[in-house]
T-cell receptor
Framework: GAVVSQHPSRVICKSGTSVKIECRSLDFQATTMFWYRQFPKQSLMLMAT?????????EQGVEKDKFLINHASLTLSTLTVTSAHPEDSSFYICSQSGTYEQYFGPGTRLTVT | QQQVKQSPQSLIVQKGGISIINCAYENTAFDYFPWYQQFPGKGPALLIAIRPDVSEKKEGRFTISFNKSAKQFSLHIMDSQPGDSATYFCAASKGDGSARQLTFGSGTQLTVLP
């Protein structure tokens, strides 16, 4: 069964507004979670590594002030897209880190109008 | 620098045929090589994975072949079915004491014709 859930699965927001995406670990405590962005017909691009109780580590080129990540508990990490613009429209996916594996959530389709 | 190269970009196979997807990596520190299957609008799902101490791993109709000296690995799907139609990503990771990050290939869109 699913080990990672995401909410919402789809969200439409207006340009300039902020939207929060939740990623929950369902079956074990996740010290580390990852956030990815995927554009149509492209591979997954790592945005940031989220560590429980500490600041996220962002990949080069990802604006940390625009993509706010909070990992306040071992089962919940959130990604907030602030002042969203149409170019932020994408498929956002989180994953939970295992010993070797990563288990991915079902993804959130963000559309900014 | 693209550390994991995947080919082909797309693949069309007849039902019952063998689907083969290839990946090559550059970083010899990689020590874990998973394959993920992704259906449209869904997150990737772990399909099968291999460590470099073995040359082949089989799970049902899915087999990974691994060539350490050539730094290549491939996914073979035997008796391909229309339900296998999806995008497949190879990946690689290495352990450095922190949580493992995955380096993904570019993906292969597989279509299995009925």
């Amino acid at each position: 069964g699913a080990v990672v859930s995401q909410h919402p699965s789809r969200v439409i927001c207006k340009s300039g507004t902020s939207v929060k995406i939740e990623c929950r670990s369902l079956d074990f405590q996740a010290t580390t979670m990852f956030w990815y962005r995927q554009f149509p017909k492209q591979s997954l691009m790592l945005m940031a590594t989220s560590n429980e109780g500490s600041k996220a580590t962002y990949e080069q080129g990802v604006e940390k002030d625009k993509f706010l990540i909070n990992h306040a508990s071992l089962t919940l990490s959130t990604l907030t897209v602030t002042s969203a613009h149409p170019e932020d429209s994408s498929f956002y996916i989180c994953s939970q880190s295992g010993t070797y594996e990563q288990y991915f959530g079902p993804g959130t389709r963000l559309t900014v109008t | 620098q693209q550390q994991v190269k995947q080919s082909p970009q797309s693949l069309i196979v007849q039902k019952g045929g063998i689907s083969i997807i290839n990946c090559a990596y550059e970083n010899t520190a990689f020590d874990y090589f998973p394959w993920y299957q992704q259906f449209p609008g869904k997150g990737p799902a772990l399909l099968i994975a291999i460590r470099p101490d073995v040359s082949e791993k089989k799970e049902g109709r899915f087999t990974i072949s691994f060539n350490k000296s050539a730094k290549q690995f491939s996914l073979h799907i035997m008796d391909s079915q229309p339900g296998d139609s999806a995008t497949y990503f190879c990946a690689a990771s290495k352990g450095d004491g922190s949580a493992r990050q995955l380096t993904f290939g570019s993906g292969t869109q597989l279509t299995v014709l009925p």
